[in-house]
C-alpha cells in the first residue's frame, strides 16, 4: 500500500554534514527531505545533485561557479543536476529550513547534497 501521508513532526533529525540535518522519506522513485541549514554549514565540494524545492524558513545564496543567486522564504528552487549546475549553498540567516523533492538515489555521501 502506497504512503500518502509522511509524518516528518515523528521523523528523527539525522545530521548530515556540520550545520546540517535533515528528516528524509523515499517513496517510489522520490526522496521527500526536509533540510536545515544552520549558519555555521560550510559546503566545501560542488554539489552536482538536481534539487528541487521550496524555501520554508530564512535565507540562503546558491553559487554557481561564480555567479550568486539568494534564495528567500517563500522562493521556489529547481537546480538542475550535472557539471555545468554545479553549486554551493551558504546559509544568510541563523537558520534556513527547505523541503526538498529529489530523485532517490544511495545516501554514500555524507554531505546535505
Known amino acids: 500500500m502506497e504512503q500518502r501521508r509522511i509524518p516528518f513532526?515523528?521523523?528523527p533529525w539525522l545530521s548530515v554534514a556540520p550545520g546540517a540535518r535533515e528528516k528524509s522519506v523515499t517513496a517510489?522513485?522520490?526522496?521527500?527531505?526536509?533540510?536545515?541549514?544552520s549558519a555555521d554549514f560550510n559546503e566545501e565540494d560542488w554539489c552536482l545533485h538536481a534539487h528541487h524545492g521550496l524555501v520554508i524558513m530564512g535565507e540562503l545564496e546558491i553559487d554557481f561557479g561564480g555567479s550568486?543567486?539568494?534564495?528567500?522564504?517563500?522562493?521556489?528552487?529547481?537546480?538542475?543536476?550535472?557539471?555545468?549546475?554545479?553549486h554551493k549553498a551558504t546559509p544568510l540567516t541563523e537558520k534556513v529550513l527547505l523541503f526538498l523533492v529529489e530523485e532517490a538515489r544511495g545516501r554514500a555521501s555524507s554531505g546535505p547534497s
Open 28 to 37: 517510489g522513485s522520490a526522496t521527500l527531505r526536509l533540510l536545515e541549514l
Open 9 to 11: 513532526a515523528d521523523l
Open 68 to 86: 550568486a543567486t539568494i534564495y528567500q522564504q517563500g522562493d521556489g528552487i529547481h537546480i538542475p543536476g550535472g557539471l555545468v549546475n554545479r
